[in-house]
């Protein structure tokens, strides 16, 4: 629901702002991005949003295959962001209860086990609705606090 605030309240002028060195859209579509990916039970399982663009979730320099500045590209609007935000939350429904938490993560850039890599997945989630929501503190838009339901 953060997310979905933060995407909402966004100003038109922020989404695609050329001054952010991460632009704003690109943000929140790395935040669902990888929340996606980590529901799935290994790297291998994982199946991209059907309009998913490559490297549309890299922020600042991609290290595979070859170091490369995440490309340019249209932004995708607020309203796809929100789609695929849906699509995640779909995708959780039907993951988690699935998941071993006493596993391995699935993902051979992470040491840690399946339930570790679940809350590293919620706090990455938080550390970018965080920034997001203070970028739009700074041009005096309110974000409100939304507690679990």
């Known amino acids: 629901d953060m997310l979905r605030e ?13 001054a952010s060195k991460n ?3 690109r943000v929140a ?5 990888y929340t996606h990916l980590y529901l ?4 291998e399982d994982f199946v991209a949003w059907p309009k998913h ?3 549309a979730e890299a922020l600042g320099m991609i290290q595979w295959p070859a170091p490369h500045p995440a490309p340019d590209m249209p932004p995708y609007t607020p309203e796809e962001v929100l789609e695929f935000a849906d699509f ?3 995708q ?3 993951f988690l209860p699935k998941l071993d938490f006493d596993g391995p993560s699935g993902f051979h850039w992470w040491a840690f086990g399946k339930r570790e890599l679940q809350i590293y997945n919620l706090r990455h989630l938080q550390q970018h609705i965080g920034e997001l929501a203070e970028r739009l503190g ?3 838009v309110e974000v409100p606090w939304y507690g679990a339901r």
Request: glycine share 2%.
């Open 92 to 94: 959780a429904i039907h």
């Open 138 to 140: 700074d041009q005096g």
């Open 6 to 18: 933060v995407v909402r309240l966004c100003p038109p002028e922020m989404w695609d702002d050329p």
């Open 29 to 33: 579509y790395h935040a669902v991005f």
């Open 53 to 55: 663009r490559a490297e």
């Open 23 to 25: 632009r704003f859209w």
């Open 40 to 43: 799935h039970p290994q790297f």
């Open 88 to 90: 995640c939350q779909e």
